[in-house]
């Protein structure tokens, strides 16, 4: 442990970040020419000398590429990356974080199956449970996850618990190592979103879960500049994904953003830490201001299940006091910009006020009890003064 600025304990330093990630300065197979960038193959298909070559391909004596929907070469790079992080066997990219989810739970669960999820899922994942899943018959139990036993009491008879450690919007935390060994007592698959932490501040494999998702349009990209998500489990479970889900939906990563995102990755230990930093700055300043009720970051958070989290990153929640107007705070901000993703260099904000106007069908966050004075607020790799400024003189306006 060591302590950081703000005096909060983390298990991670800079040095232990660089040197658990050997694997982003490394090619994980032969490059071309030895170029030491990843060459992008930006191609639909991949041609046959012979018949013999062809036809070895369809049945399965050969590994050779077919066609970019399937397989392609960058693409490869990629998911053999998220692989080698995770400490998974297998890894599927995908055209965006819910395109992953959506393949990964789909190969998991048939007609009239039931989920138990956790409560603060990601909205758009609440709306597939609940609008796309509905039409199949499948039920979904929301749990506070923070409380092993309210898991326990619906878990057997499930086939799936899905996770999301830290929450998304207020930042539960959920101790996943109890709830991954309590589902394979009753044979249920675990899956977990773990974009928040990045595979270099939680590993949920190697604390019992059997599927891991990312939406690496988020910190793995960290730019911006993409959409794109993973899966990564054991060769079975990502085989499933293979055979059941992923050549059918579609929703294929293409060469490009696999490219995108080993371009961006390369920084991410260093975009983490700093990340961390500043967020750890912020918050800290943030409780001890008078205008801010709460704040919401894992980092504070007295849950055992931090214990998974070996650091952390820029994104967290703080609710205003009430006597601050949050449009006349968020239209006061000059240079922390509105706008819902995160992971990338700017620091944004969205207040759940203007979320909870969503239609009912689609609003988590007003089913969970989202209050209209939280702020979702991601930490940029700004100079954490600059944005403190910003927010000091909105709150002062309001
Ligand atoms: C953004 C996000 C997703 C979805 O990712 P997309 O690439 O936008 O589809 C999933 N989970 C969490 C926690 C997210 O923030």
Known sequence: MNKHASGVAVSISDHDLIAGSTALFAPTGPVPFNAASPPIFQTSLFTFESYSAIEDVFAGRSQDFIYSRGNNPTVAEFEGLIAALEGAEAARGFSSGTGAITAAVLAFVEKGDRIVAVRNVYNDVYCLFGKLLRKFGVTVDYVDAADPAQVAAVLPGAKLLYLENPTSMVFEVQDIAALASLARRYGVVTMIDNSWATPLFQKP?????????HAASKYLGGHSDTVAGVVAGSKDHIARINRTTYPYLGAKLSPFEAWLLLRGMRTLPLRMAQHMKNGLVLAERLGNHPAIARVRHPAFSDHPGKASLRGFSGLFAFDVAEDIDVPRFVNALKHVRLGVSWGGPETLIVPAQAALQLPDESNSFRRFGVVDRTIRFAV???????????LAGALAAS
């Open 205 to 213: 494999l190697l604390h019992g879960v059997d599927l891991v998702i």
């Open 380 to 390: 940029g790799l700004e100079d954490p003064d600059l944005v403190w400024q910003d």
